[in-house]
């Protein structure tokens, strides 16, 4: 099967360079995946440290268990709003 594959991919270019073109997108998608899925995981874990870190501080300090989920729930939350004014009816996104 495999000589059949390869004296196919030999005899007509415009196949061999379809292939060796998707072979590479598909390695390109697997490779931002991974690299997405790792940063994301990664953040997440520093995230994590940070936040233990800043109780460990406060506890080191000698705030109470109230104060320190006072400071933690009053951390700001940042949110994004923009729109595209698209014609007649824009577009307004949130996230």
């Known amino acids: 099967m495999w000589p059949q594959v390869v004296e196919t991919l030999s005899r007509d270019p ?5 292939a060796i073109l ?3 997108g598909i390695l390109a998608g697997t490779a931002i995946s991974i690299t997405a899925i790792t940063t994301d995981a990664w953040r997440k874990i520093r995230q994590t ?4 870190a800043l109780k460990q501080s406060m506890l080191d300090r000698g705030m109470t268990a109230d104060e320190i989920s006072t400071v933690m729930k009053a951390s700001p939350q940042k949110r994004a709003s923009f729109s595209f004014n698209a014609g007649r009816g824009g577009v307004r996104c949130e996230a």
């Open 14 to 18: 415009g196949i061999l360079l379809g």
């Open 49 to 52: 440290e940070d936040n233990n």
């Open 22 to 24: 998707g072979t590479l």
